[in-house]
């Protein structure tokens, strides 16, 4: 039996950390147009499409039989030959700046946040937040494992706090549906980035060893407590909102009061630092694996950009590439089909301990790419 550096719990809460961020606070927002049913319908949908592209990797993983990051899976099964090792370079850069754009939205908001509260001066604000989320990082995957836990258990103290406090308030969210397509689109594109937890599903399948059928689950109850939160999050500003604000918690603040404000501030800088925990070590991964580079020297390069770039004056050239960090996330999950299928052919292990069986056949994957075509769509479009 291989030794396991996860429990379950901690791998699911792995995939809660890497999931819970902004997306959650703008989905009310985007929800006021289609209702509260019409999320409801778009939500068990976008998870059956996450569930599946999330598990086709797990599945390449499991018929791989060795712990390796989704780059280095890209070269063995589908980009060889010298145009493919240069598309698998571009990808691997593309991936490398998509990440360093999200981590350092991840430290600037948070720091924002805690200067607005604390007083203190931005920069120490952001050097502080990079300590508590860079310094977790450097002890690896198990350190990484442990805080996530802690992490979860935070954030749905944080929304459990909210909820309660919205008992006895006047609901008014109204049941009937509405929007035209472009809005439901729009509304699923960020469901889907609300839940897209891809990059940590090495990291599971690693943590969780042999333990197939634990990975499978936590991958599927993280996508699952992450699709809870923010049902309840768009139940509680489309509810008690007088006006449902762009970040959803602002809002909720002016309806019941500072103490939300204060509570919904504190849960954002939990879901920044604990995706930055899940971003960052990802990364460094992927770092170690295509350069050959130490691990300290992977974590020192998956990390400390994310704080540099703030205080060189950078960010405003970054601030554009967060959008690439999408649209890469999401070429990335398109190569991931052609990939299942070159697995399932040739991949070492020919009869893994799970697999998706039926739910990987061809039509399922059509049914899957279509998933992804429409993510994107909708993502566009909410980009305009």
């Known amino acids: 039996m291989t030794k396991h550096a996860l429990t379950r719990w901690e791998a699911t809460s792995l995939m809660v950390g890497a999931g819970v961020g902004a997306g959650i606070m703008a989905v009310p927002y985007l929800t006021q147009h289609v209702g509260l049913v019409g999320l409801a319908l778009i939500l068990p949908v976008a998870w059956a499409a996450s569930a599946l592209i999330h598990l086709m990797l797990a599945e390449v993983l499991f018929r791989t039989g060795r712990d390796l990051q989704i780059v280095e899976l890209m070269r063995l099964y589908v980009l060889h030959g010298p145009l493919g090792t240069a598309l698998l370079w571009t990808v691997f850069s593309l991936m490398s700046i998509a990440f360093l754009a999200n981590l350092a939205a991840y430290v600037s908001g948070a720091g924002e946040i805690v200067t607005s509260l604390t007083g203190l001066t931005p920069r120490l604000t952001e050097f502080v937040i990079y300590l508590v989320s860079a310094s977790v990082v450097f002890f690896g995957l198990r350190a990484v494992g442990v805080a996530e836990r802690f992490g979860a258990l935070i954030l749905f103290g944080l929304v459990a706090a909210i909820a309660l406090g919205a008992i006895g308030r006047p609901f008014h969210a109204s049941l009937a549906m509405g929007g035209s397509a472009t809005q439901w689109l ?10 897209w937890t891809f990059y940590s599903v090495p990291q599971v399948v690693q943590g969780l060893g042999d333990d197939r059928r634990g990975a499978v689950n936590a991958i599927l109850i993280g996508l699952g407590i992450n699709g809870l939160l923010t049902a309840i999050v768009a139940l509680i500003a489309l509810g008690v909102s007088r006006t ?50 130490s691990a300290n020297i992977a974590w020192l390069l998956a990390t400390l950009p994310s704080l540099l770039v703030l205080w060189l004056g950078m960010w405003q050239f970054l601030e554009w590439l967060r959008l690439a960090a999408g649209a890469t996330a999401i070429v990335v999950a398109l190569i991931t089909i052609p990939m299942y ?37 909708g993502s566009l479009i909410a980009v305009e």
């Open 341 to 377: 299928r070159q697995a399932r052919r040739t991949g070492a292990v020919r009869e893994p301990a799970w697999s998706l069986g039926k739910w990987g056949s061809p039509a399922m994957l059509a049914v899957t790419l279509l998933a992804l075509v429409l993510m994107a769509a």
């Open 186 to 195: 729009i509304v699923y594109g960020m469901v889907m980035y609300a839940l």
């Open 244 to 293: 449902v604000t762009e970040v959803a918690i602002l809002g909720i603040a002016d309806a019941l009061g500072p103490w939300a404000g204060t509570v919904g501030s504190l849960f954002i800088i939990a879901a920044f630092i604990t995706s930055y925990w899940s971003v960052s070590l990802a990364l460094a991964d992927i770092l170690r694996e295509r350069t050959g580079i």
